[in-house]
Nanobody, 121 residues
Framework: QLQASGGGLVQPGGSLRLSCAASGRTFGSYVMGWFRQAPGKEREFVAAVSWLGRSTYRADSVKGRFTISRDNAKNTVYLQMNSLKPEDTAVYYC????????????????WGWGTLVTVSS
């Protein structure tokens, strides 16, 4: 199971850090990622981090602003979000899959519960 937390209301230009805690003993076997779904829109890929955290991949819309990382000792993946914009408003979901190549395309073995991020003044 994946449990996301850390969402909330933030002003434009502000920062938030999302966390996603995983249960089980196989966390290190999974590529971890974040997706988001804005009202009235389809869910979209945000970022992914490889099994040991050595590689990351981010959507163009968040490059330079969002950073994904993981702590395998804590079974947790993070999404640091800086310089937030109103268009970042969405429900954010963490996700896990064993395949680095297909997770960004939405091929996900395990979806977590979402956490709402609202960027507004």
């Amino acid at each position: 199971q994946l449990q996301a937390s850390g969402g909330g209301l933030v002003q434009p230009g502000g920062s938030l850090r999302l966390s996603c805690a995983a249960s089980g003993r196989t966390f290190g076997s999974y590529v971890m990622g974040w997706f988001r779904q804005a009202p009235g829109k389809e869910r979209e890929f945000v970022a992914a981090v490889s099994w040991l955290g050595r590689s990351t991949y981010r959507a163009d819309s968040v490059k330079g602003r969002f950073t994904i990382s993981r702590d395998n000792a804590k079974n947790t993946v993070y999404l640091q979000m800086n310089s937030l914009k109103p268009e970042d408003t969405a429900v954010y979901y963490c996700a896990a899959d064993r395949d680095w190549a297909t997770l960004p395309n939405g091929h996900v073995e395990v979806w977590g519960w979402g956490t709402l991020v609202t960027v507004s003044s």
